[in-house]
């Protein structure tokens, strides 16, 4: 099993629409959560961190559940500039290393 | 904004040359670190490297692979003999310290070679 999976889409959406995406992760020792956004060859950038109560940051709201093991994420009102790949990304206790899924690609259509 | 720089942004090499990919993190960060992102794959970790050696590394990072802090401030990443599977995008990150935020990338080394 991976250790980070993610839908790879394409999430095809217009303007305004509410889109979810969901990740699930294999080791159960993981401890910091993030929602990272990468555009087309660009370096990834932390679009937010995961907490366990969920948070939230404008537009977007990012959800942890740790007992089934997977995080969402929420974008509302989407924008044209919100099409990019979304990474979810994980980081052990252990550890500084980040680990990385590999991107669930989101098309906003005008 | 401090930001990570990354010199250059693409290198083109001959199969078998070796290849040095430069980073300048930022100056009060502590933890770096370089990742790779093979074309259509996700980014992949594959060294730390804290307090001037390296603290962790993936089973990527073979003997091929070596880093260097060589100076204040700047993070080597040394490729020996390079073959067409290395073709990828290098990225450099820095990060401030144990449990604080701020782990930022670079904009990345696009590795091509032929």
């Known amino acids: 099993r991976k250790e980070v999976e993610q839908d790879p889409g394409p999430f095809n959406v217009p303007e305004g629409a509410t889109v979810a995406f969901n990740c699930t992760y294999s080791?159960?020792?993981?401890?910091?959560f993030f929602w990272y956004r990468q555009d087309c060859r660009k370096e990834p950038k932390l679009l937010m961190s995961?907490?366990?109560s969920g948070n939230e940051d404008g537009r977007f709201t990012a959800q942890l559940n740790r007992a089934s093991q997977y995080i969402s994420l929420l974008i509302r009102d989407s924008k044209l500039s919100d099409s990019a790949t979304y990474l979810c990304v994980l980081r052990m206790d252990s550890s500084y290393k980040l680990i990385f899924g590999s991107g669930t690609r989101l098309l906003v259509r005008p | 904004e401090p930001e990570v720089t990354q010199t250059p942004s693409h290198q083109v090499t001959q199969m078998g040359q070796e290849v040095i990919l430069r980073c300048v993190p930022i100056?009060?960060?502590?933890?770096f670190y370089w990742y790779r992102q093979i074309l259509g794959q996700k980014v992949e970790f594959l060294v730390s490297f804290y307090n001037n050696e390296i603290s962790e590394k993936s089973e990527i990072f073979d003997d091929q692979f070596s880093v260097e802090r060589p100076d204040g401030s700047n993070f080597t990443l040394k490729i020996r003999s390079t073959k067409l599977e290395d073709s990828a995008m290098y990225f450099c990150?820095?990060?401030?310290?144990?449990?604080?935020?701020?782990?930022?990338f670079g904009s990345g080394t696009r590795l091509t070679v032929v």
């Open positions: 990150a820095s990060s401030p310290g144990q449990g604080r935020p701020g782990y930022t």
């Open positions: 100056s009060n960060h502590l933890y």
């Open positions: 995961v907490y366990s």
């Open positions: 080791n159960s020792a993981s401890q910091s």
